[in-house]
């Protein structure tokens, strides 16, 4: 294994983005292999290195690490993303999955029928607005600093900006009635390893497309459609 994490995938977002976002958020370079045929997913298999059938899969310090979501506590305890102590690790935890139950809508959204895509975007907005977005505006305004968490930005801040930025790309004034956000993502955005991530060029994906769809779908013979909530 390199110096560098690797991190497997498809040439998409998907489950991998924030791990990216991560990633680049602590200043730390990677490199990607993206799975694009059926052998290079079975081959994976045969090696042992997908301990649950599944990607992601990301390379670092020797271990070959699946499960997202552990993937990212590792990635923010190493790179000092998730607190000063407990209290702050459990709240960064609690944002974290919150912030994930909401881009859980937005991630199935490629998979779904022209239909039943009106249809989840008209949810995605609703539950943002009135569930999730709220939340997190009262939690800033309560707590009267620049970051969710304590005086420096956390896993939690992260993922919470990418969050943002993804319900952006389905109603680009979704922020309109959240000052305390807006004000967090000029923050968020304006943070030096964050803006570089943020420019053209970087490793950040663009929104899922029919080819990544495709390729999705044909590597791991997902031949199903999925439906809108």
């Not at 983005?17 to 990607?32: K, M, N, Q």
């Amino acid at each position: 294994m390199s110096g560098k994490p690797k991190l497997y995938y498809f040439n998409g977002r998907g489950r991998m983005e924030s791990v990216r976002w991560l990633l680049a958020a602590a200043g730390v370079e990677f490199e990607e292999e993206f799975l694009e045929t059926r052998e290079q997913y079975k081959k994976l298999l045969q090696d042992g290195s997908l301990m649950f059938q599944q990607v992601p899969m990301v390379e670092i310090d020797g271990m070959r690490m699946v499960q997202t979501r552990a993937i990212l506590s590792y990635i923010a305890a190493k790179y000092n993303l998730y607190g000063k102590d407990l209290k702050e690790r459990a709240l960064i935890d609690m944002y974290v999955g919150g912030t994930d139950d909401l881009m859980v809508f937005i991630m199935i959204f490629p998979f779904l029928s022209a239909e039943d895509k009106e249809k989840q975007r008209a949810f995605i907005i609703q539950k943002a607005t009135s569930r999730y977005f709220p939340a997190y505006e009262k939690v800033l305004k309560d707590h009267g600093k620049d970051f969710l968490v304590g005086n420096n930005f956390s896993w939690a801040d992260v993922h919470l900006l990418e969050a943002i930025l993804m319900v952006e790309e389905k109603k680009s004034d979704v922020l309109s009635g959240f000052p305390q956000l807006q004000a967090f993502k000029a923050r968020m955005s304006n943070i030096p390893t964050i803006k570089k991530f943020l420019e053209p060029g970087s490793q950040r994906k663009p929104v899922p497309d029919d080819k990544y769809v495709e390729t999705v779908r044909r590597v791991l013979h997902m031949y199903y459609d999925l439906k809108a909530n």
